[in-house]
T-cell receptor, first 113, second 115 residues
């Protein structure tokens, strides 16, 4: 079974600074997708970034980028120039074939002014 | 991104009554929909997976007679909490996907309070 581990329950960062959220996963599959979702206080789940396992290039979306290490099964999220609106729960998620998303337990990020 | 609409956003019901929550994909056909339950400060817990036109697949420990799921069309799935009790009070979120290799899009969630 696939598992996703987020080892940092809570993190904080100063506004405008950079923060990295960790995620590791366990799978024996080769082709899969990884995601980072953000859940702000409104509780709406918002896709932040996705990574296809067959792509070696790390995905980037504006201030958000990932460090995807397939051999190490690591998928960290870097947020640059942190903004107050980045305060949220962040969930790392994995998907393979036609299976449901497997979520990590989440990291609560607080951006401090 | 694609839009998934979940309704209602909040509902309060009396113990013993039933509540229906709707999840609609507005601009794409959702071959698969998922229902999650989320407790405060915790991750999403998958309750069931439904494919259009077939019976839902429930996760272990989820009572299928209490949480009735119907996926009658490619754009609509419903979750009915039958004979609700206070312990069913929670935040319920639906998710829809057009294909396995696409990201899942989420509804806004429903906060259910059973009094």
């Amino acid at each position: 079974a696939q598992t996703v581990t987020q080892s940092q329950p809570e993190m904080s960062v100063q506004e405008a600074e950079t923060v990295t959220l960790s995620c590791t996963y366990d799978t024996s599959e080769n082709n899969y997708y990884l995601f980072w979702y953000k859940q702000p206080p409104s509780r709406q789940m918002i896709l932040v970034i996705r990574q296809e396992a067959y792509k070696q290039q790390n995905a980037t979306e504006n201030r958000f980028s990932v460090n995807f290490q397939k051999a190490a099964k690591s998928f960290s999220l870097k947020i640059s120039d942190s903004q107050l609106g980045d305060t949220a729960m962040y969930f790392c998620a994995f998907i393979w074939v036609n299976t449901p998303l497997v979520f990590g337990k989440g990291t609560r990020l607080s951006v401090i002014a | 991104g694609a839009v998934v609409s979940q309704h209602p956003s909040r509902v309060i019901c009396k113990s013993g009554t039933s509540v229906k929550i709707e999840c609609r994909s507005l601009d794409f056909q959702a071959t698969t929909m998922f229902w999650y339950r989320q407790f405060p400060k915790q991750s999403l817990m998958l309750m069931a997976t439904s494919n259009e036109g077939s019976k839902a697949t429930y996760e272990q420990g989820v009572e299928k007679d209490k949480f009735l799921i119907n996926h009658a069309s490619l754009t609509l799935s419903t979750l009915t909490v039958t004979s609700a009790h206070p312990e069913d009070s929670s935040f319920y979120i639906c998710s829809a996907r057009g294909g396995w290799d696409t990201e899942a899009f989420f509804g806004q969630g429903t906060r259910l309070t059973v009094v």
